[in-house]
């Protein structure tokens, strides 16, 4: 557990809707949020271990961000959204609901998060992207201008560009998309195991088989009989 410490403003800060005095979210050490910029940690949320929100970042909600995180930019985290481990969202990137961004990923750009998302490993996603309900999104993928939703997954270093990936469409290896709509169940630079086939009995050895069955009983109704 992480011993936090409730902030306060120590002066106005209008961009964010902030007047001085008014109570802020929790910091586990001072060195969390940045003195320098705008940035701010609203009543509910909460940042610890080594991670920082400078700039004119806002967490706010109940919305954490933790380890060797860092909120920079414009960017804002709300909602029930936790940003972890090494991730850096930055930019205008805007994260929202119960959206995660972990490991080594990146946010950059106009980046929107929503729903059970998840952005994890090295990927990185940029521009005007979207990114929500249940859709993951790893490896070190690379995803810019898109949008991502449903239950789909990219991985590996799949790099998808001014498109669509939706339902339960998966990319991974390095598989290459640009303009255009992927979804249903596609797979697309993934490598597909089949299962080995099961192995026919011929004609002959299910022939083989019902004769010894047929032997047998006879042998045991004869052995009744004596």
Known sequence: EHAVKRIFALRDIPSQGVRAGELGGCLENESNLSHE???WVGEKAYVCGKARVMEDACAKGFASVMDNAVLKGNATVKGFATIAENAVVEGYSAMDESAIVSGHARLDGFVAMSGQSIVTDGAVV????????????????????????GSSCIEGNACVIDSVVQDRARLGGSAAVSKMTVGGDRLVGVEIVKPKPVREISVKQK?????????????????LKR
């Open 207 to 223: 022939e083989t088989k019902r004769r010894e069955r047929a032997e047998q009983r006879q042998s045991e109704n004869s052995k």
């Open 37 to 39: 910029g705008d940035c």
């Open 126 to 149: 940029d521009g005007a992207s979207m990114v929500k309900d249940q859709a993951y999104i790893g490896g070190d993928a690379r995803v810019t201008a898109s949008l991502v939703r």
